[in-house]
C-alpha cells in the first residue's frame, strides 16, 4: 500500500502490520486529476487535479495525520497486476482508514450558513455527483469515521451527524451496519450509481459482500453475473433472486440479474424464513441448482409465455405489507426440465 506523506507530498510503500496510521480521501474524478506517474516524476503540478492533492494532503496535515491514501496517484494503473490487487484490496483499506475525506468538490463552502443562506445543506448534499457514482458506495460505507467536505475542505458534517440526510438521499437505512442489510438491499444502493467502465459496476461492490474476484474488463455486464456467482458461492440469501426486470419487453433468461438496475425496487427487502429446512442451492455445469416449493400459477398478461408452464416461487425473504410482512415470490417459465425468470 502507497501513502502520501502530508508534509513532503512523497509516496511512501509499505506492507501488512507495518502500514501506519492514514487518511483516506473520497472523491467523484476530474478530467486531469494527478496519476501516480505524475508524483512519482514531479509533473503532479502540471495536472488541474493537483489542486485536490495539495488540499486533501493539507487537510489531513492539519487534523494531525502523517498519511494519506489518494487512490488516483496512490495505485500504480499500467499495472494490471497492481490494479486487480488493489481493488480487491481497496474496501479494506478504506475500512481501515483512521478517517476518511469526503470530498464534494461541487458543493460550496466558504463558511456558508446553511440554515439562513438560502439553500438547505440537504439540497446541496443531493445535487453532488459524489452520490452518483459507483466507487462511492463502499467509500461512505467502509470507514467508521467518514467527514463531508465542501470544496473548500471545509467540514460540513460526518457520516453521523448528516445520517438522516445522507439516508435520504441514498436509501441506505444501514449506514453503520450495513452487513445486516439483505443482498437485494445493498444492491439496490447501487442501482443508480454509474462508473467509468461498465465493468467497474461490479468490482465496486465486491466489498460490501465480502468477495473478491479477478478483474476481466471487456467483458462488460458479466462482471455482474461473476459477482452473484461470487455471493451465491458464500451466502444462501435468497433475496438475490428478488430482482424485477426493469425492461419486461425483453424477457431475461436465468435466475440472476444482469444489472443493478434491477434491483432498484429491492430497498425494503429483508430475510425470511418461508422454507427454513431448504435445502443449500449449488453450481453444477447445467447452471444454479436450488429446490423451491412450485404452485402452478397464471401470471399477468404482460409475463405471459408463448410456450411452457408457469410457476410462482416463494422465496425465504419478505417485503413490508399493509398487515406486516409478506414473503416474496417469483415467477418462473419450465421449459425442458430447466427453469428461468
Not at 468490482?203 to 465480502?210: A, E, N, P, V
Request: charged fraction near 20%; aromatic fraction near 12%.
Amino acid at each position: 500500500m502507497r501513502l502520501i506523506n502530508t508534509s513532503t507530498l512523497e509516496l511512501h510503500e509499505f506492507f501488512g502490520t507495518k502500514t501506519p496510521a492514514y487518511a483516506i480521501l473520497s472523491h467523484f474524478w476530474g478530467d486531469d486529476e494527478v496519476t501516480f506517474h505524475d508524483l512519482r516524476d514531479g509533473t503532479g503540478p502540471e495536472r488541474q487535479g493537483w489542486g485536490k492533492v495539495l488540499g486533501c494532503c493539507d487537510r489531513a496535515l492539519k487534523d494531525g495525520w502523517e498519511f494519506v491514501w489518494i487512490d488516483s496517484c496512490c495505485i500504480d494503473k499500467t499495472s494490471s497486476a497492481e490494479l486487480s490487487e488493489s481493488i480487491n484490496s481497496m474496501f479494506a483499506w478504506y475500512k481501515n482508514a483512521h478517517v476518511c475525506y469526503a470530498y464534494l468538490s461541487d458543493v460550496p463552502g466558504g463558511n456558508r450558513d446553511y440554515e439562513t443562506g438560502g439553500l438547505s445543506l440537504y439540497i446541496a448534499l443531493e445535487q453532488s455527483r459524489w452520490f452518483t457514482r459507483g466507487w462511492t458506495l463502499q467509500e461512505l460505507l467502509a470507514p467508521e469515521w467518514v467527514i463531508i467536505l465542501a470544496d473548500d475542505w471545509s467540514a460540513l458534517g460526518t457520516k453521523a451527524s448528516l445520517a438522516t440526510d445522507l439516508t435520504a438521499i441514498t436509501g441506505i437505512t444501514h449506514l453503520f451496519s450495513f452487513e445486516e442489510a439483505s443482498v437485494a438491499q445493498k444492491m439496490s444502493w447501487a442501482a443508480h450509481r454509474k462508473t467509468t467502465r461498465l465493468e467497474d459496476r461490479a468490482y465496486s461492490m465486491m466489498g460490501l459482500f465480502d468477495v473478491n474476484m479477478p478483474l476481466l474488463y471487456g467483458e462488460g455486464n458479466k462482471a455482474f453475473i461473476r459477482l452473484q456467482l461470487e455471493i451465491l458461492s458464500r451466502s444462501d440469501d435468497e433475496s438475490i433472486f428478488a430482482w424485477s426486470n426493469p425492461r419486461p419487453e425483453t424477457p431475461r433468461p436465468g435466475l440472476l440479474a444482469e444489472t443493478p438496475e434491477c434491483f432498484a425496487d429491492c430497498g425494503q427487502i429483508r430475510r425470511g424464513d418461508f422454507d427454513p429446512d431448504r435445502p443449500p442451492h449449488f453450481m453444477t455445469n447445467k447452471g444454479l441448482q436450488m429446490q423451491l416449493l412450485l404452485q402452478q400459477r397464471k401470471v399477468p398478461y404482460h409475463l405471459e409465455p408463448t410456450a411452457g408452464d408457469t410457476y410462482v416461487a416463494p422465496l425465504n425473504c419478505t417485503l413490508p405489507g399493509e398487515n406486516g410482512f409478506v414473503f416474496v415470490v417469483i415467477y418462473l417459465l419450465e421449459e425442458g426440465g430447466a427453469y428461468s425468470r
